[in-house]
């Protein structure tokens, strides 16, 4: 009884230097004696040379326990090292609580686990998610499953089956297609735009598209395995602007001089870029015509000007002309 009492005693010990140290705070043996008669009891009762027996054994097992003396010739012990650095947790929890795929639920479990890689008081420091935006969140709890389901598919090279939707004007969701399902050679799982995206190939037709996670319903590992088109998908993702699918064509835009690190932070180096003039450059690049792309070209205002192809021009016009006429009807005092 006694050798599994010590047993007993020797994980609580680890457990709380890995739950109460960390670079900042220590325990002494006798803060750890009080601890363990929190755990064990009032009547509790232990030796501090077994306490030190037991971190000996610890730092002998290559447990990381760090040995500090006090100004009284005290010894403060601590455990520092951990899996992932707290710059390295916040990042995770930052990922999650941007996330618009995670719903608010989720995010909220993710974010708990990810604490209790650190210490308590090290915990605390990370964001807590207070605030969510509901607008941003999704509502859909089964995306968890069918991101495993994906995975899964792809990491044995079978087809899945879904079926997709969206909202209408009455925020309902709706399946497209009259609910037919999808069959599609999934072959990765992208997240940009704060969204998660499934690339695959769309059969019959074996045309490369995409969908979003979150619009996806009931999906399904199928029994067939297909042959994958070999596809760039850093190169595809580049080329559909904000995610928006169309016809492969060269796009040439001048830009003002002050966007060349947006755009080589969204292309790349190896993008194709000349000098124009000493206030502008000319930028060359693959991209799917869409009007995700128009949008993309308006966002820059006035520091972009399409140069080809010319129906991309003509487009870029007529939406200009149209956002004219909508704002020319606004009474403004």
Known sequence: MSDIAGKLRLL??????????????????????????????????????????????LIQSEFDIIENKGKYGEIFYSHQHRLFEMYELRLLVDAVLSARFITKKESEQLIEKLKHLTSNEQGKSLPTPVYFDKAVKSEYQQIKLDIDHIHQAISKGKAIGFRYGRYNIDKQFTLGRDGTEYVVMPHA???TNNFYYLIGEFQPEGQIRHYRVDRMREVTVLDRSIKKKDINISTYVNQSFRMFAGEEEWLKIQFSNELINP????????????????NSFELQTKANMSQGLIGWILSWGKHAKVIAPDHIVRQVQETIQHMHENYSSVITK
């Not at 325990?27 to 009547?43: R, W």
């Not at 755009?263 to 000493?278: A, S």
Request: net charge negative; charged share 45%; hydrophobic share 40%.
């Open 189 to 191: 799982l992208i997240w």
């Open 12 to 57: 609580e010990i680890k457990e709380l230097l890995e739950r109460e140290t960390d670079e900042e705070h220590e325990l002494s043996t006798k803060e750890i004696v009080e601890k363990l008669k929190y755990k064990f009891g009032a009547e509790y009762k232990v030796d501090h040379r077994a306490i030190k027996r037991d971190l000996e054994a």
């Open 263 to 278: 755009m080589l932070d969204h292309f790349g180096l190896d993008v194709f870029i000349r000098k124009v003039d000493d």
